[in-house]
DNA sequence: CGTCGACTTGACTCGGCTCAATGCGAGTGG
DNA sequence: CCACTCGCATTGAGCCGAGTCAAGTCGACG
């Protein structure tokens, strides 16, 4: 099935062959990237340089678990889900990438293959660059590997608190966490509703919160009643932050 | 590479109070251990040289959770429990770090405070540097921020791995792999027997694999029938490899 | 000998998973 | 334009894995 996966509809509207063009904003991503982070902006100028632009639609894969790991992304425009699956077949979804942030970034050191999938949530514009460039640009900017191992460092402590999470949390409160999440903090007001920008199916959820889709059907149903949330088809708004913060911390009894 | 391991004999004996004396053997720790693979001897003297070393015991606590984090460690000999808690006081544990392996590591990078607690789990002896030596020794010997790079990553994959685990499989099977981690592979061959070399409970073995006490201790018993393990007081002996590794493996059905 | 911590076991409960039926909306092709 | 299909979602019924509660044993150690 992977044979050839040429983003279905990834180009679609554009002519096939024609990169997207880079909109203008593409250094002021670039400046705002943790990876990035204290920069020269003659240091910026090299790194735009040596990459890539690609376009993926909603559902092309970047690349697969087990592949080997070939290139560093980093994400302009869209988002892209991070997930992995079970030889049975069951997946978890790791986190979801936004505008800004890298992924594959294990094609920065030792690792021979992604050690997961990476798809495109919607359609997506993002950077590339090959591991061979990767290397020549921090054996130039040595920053560069130093911002990586603060983001490394930051992953580490962002899936052992996920992983707390799930050893230690009821369904309810993964699910809460696992909307809150999705909504980036600056968005969050205690009493405005949020809406969340992605295509998010229950499934989805599911794999967020460590869960199977029923029980997130039925949980959204439930707080969907008491005024929470407004869900349909792919789409989640959150009404009251507050509430759902108050299930989502841990301020019970 | 365990074979000519330290030796907790070699230590014993010392007066409280008196720093342990660096062993002979703390140097053939440093070559082999991961953090310093690839330096030159004379590298490997300017470490050693910059190392304090300390001894802890049974229980002791190397730092805790939320602390600033300023040290880096290296385990000597002994074993160190990495763990976290939550804010109820349900308690996980990550990882335990034995001869060679490096904890604290956040102390490299940007990090402030520790993101977890690190207990000896038997009489240890470890080496430490500050924040401060590390960062020189770095800028003498910049191999080391590449090799803790790839530390950082391996263990990103490892809590991964275990996340993935806890979210797709039963407690047998959990339970099953958690012991299998505790042996070294070196030392498991299929059909003989290997004891835990370490005093390890019921809630130990629950904490690593994210369940209670009582289902360890259940599942435990129905192994001991059937003849798989002996366990008594903080201790389990894996009597069969083979058929623990067919539990722990998805080769069901 | 008494205490305390580790461990065991039975009985009970229940959160959440499985199975299964059904509804619904959005594309798609005739 | 309508009928079909397919993917997403909802909801009920039932069950079971594993957690909770509660007693009690065993062994170590002061």
């Known amino acids: ?95 979801y990438a936004r505008a800004g942030d890298v992924f594959g970034c294990v094609a920065l050191f030792g690792a021979q293959t992604y050690p ?17 460039e990767v290397e020549r640009l921090i054996s130039l900017v040595p920053r560069i590997a130093s911002n990586a191992l603060s983001i490394l460092g930051d992953e580490l402590a962002t899936v052992r608190a996920r992983y707390l999470e799930l050893a230690t949390e009821r369904v309810e409160r993964r699910i809460a966490r696992a909307l809150l999440r999705l909504v980036s903090p600056s968005s969050l007001r205690a009493s405005e509703s949020v809406r969340i920008e992605l295509p998010l199916s229950r499934q989805d959820l599911a794999e967020l919160a460590g869960t199977t889709l029923h029980t997130v059907s039925r949980v959204l149903s439930a707080w969907e009643h008491r005024g929470l949330v407004e869900s349909g088809r792919l789409r989640v708004t959150i009404r009251s932050p507050r509430d759902l913060l108050r299930i989502a911390e841990a301020v019970e009894a």
């Not at 099935?1 to 670039?30: F, Q, W």
């Not at 559902?59 to 030889?87: C, H, M, W």
């Open 1 to 95: 099935m992977a044979t050839r996966v040429p983003n279905d509809r990834a180009l679609r509207g554009e002519r096939d062959g024609e990169e997207p063009s880079p909109p203008a904003l593409v250094s002021s991503i670039l400046l705002a990237a943790p990876l990035f982070a204290s920069l020269e902006p003659s240091q910026i100028a090299l790194v735009e340089a040596a990459a890539r632009p690609i376009r993926k639609g909603r559902s092309a894969v970047f690349f697969r678990q087990g592949e080997p790991a070939e290139n560093l992304y980093l994400v302009l425009d869209g988002a892209v889900k991070i997930g992995q699956v079970t030889v049975e077949g069951q997946s978890v979804a790791l986190r």
């Open 116 to 132: 997961a999938t990476a798809t495109a949530v919607k359609r997506c514009d993002a950077l590339v660059w090959s591991r061979r």
